[in-house]
């Protein structure tokens, strides 16, 4: 079983930058691919990023690409979503997730991921 902490988030002006922390615990992180994804009020949840557990794939949702990099250092058992040229519509509440799944196309899915943090607010203002 693997805990989910993120932090990082805040409020930044558009066209600013964060950067998000997932720490998790447990001694098996680096056998877990990791996902972001995020959750707008009023919208449902989408994928934003994920990365294999290796680290040598990595998947982003097309409204991120060229602006998000999700990375992760296995030795600190931390994955990282440097977030840059923030927009208004990325405002959301950020989830970080763990699978242990080993089929990489379906990363995208939140219904793969079997472990998640509590979530980090970003709000962008315009």
């Known amino acids: 079983q693997v805990q989910l902490v993120e932090s990082g988030g805040g409020l930044v002006q558009t066209g600013g930058s964060l950067r998000l922390s997932c720490a998790a615990s447990g001694r098996t992180f680096s056998s877990y691919s990791m996902g972001w994804f995020r959750q707008a009020p009023g919208k449902e949840r989408e994928f934003v990023a994920a990365i294999s557990w290796s680290g040598g794939t990595t998947y982003y949702a097309d409204s991120v690409k060229g602006r998000f990099t999700i990375s992760r250092d296995n030795a600190k058992n931390t994955v990282y979503l440097q977030m840059n040229s923030l927009k208004p519509e990325d405002t959301a509440v950020y989830y970080c997730?763990?699978?242990?799944?080993?089929?990489?196309?379906?990363?995208?899915?939140?219904?793969?991921?079997?472990?998640w943090g509590q979530g980090t607010q970003v709000t962008v203002s315009s």
């Open positions: 997730a763990a699978t242990t799944s080993r089929v990489l196309l379906v990363l995208r899915l939140s219904s793969a991921y079997n472990y």
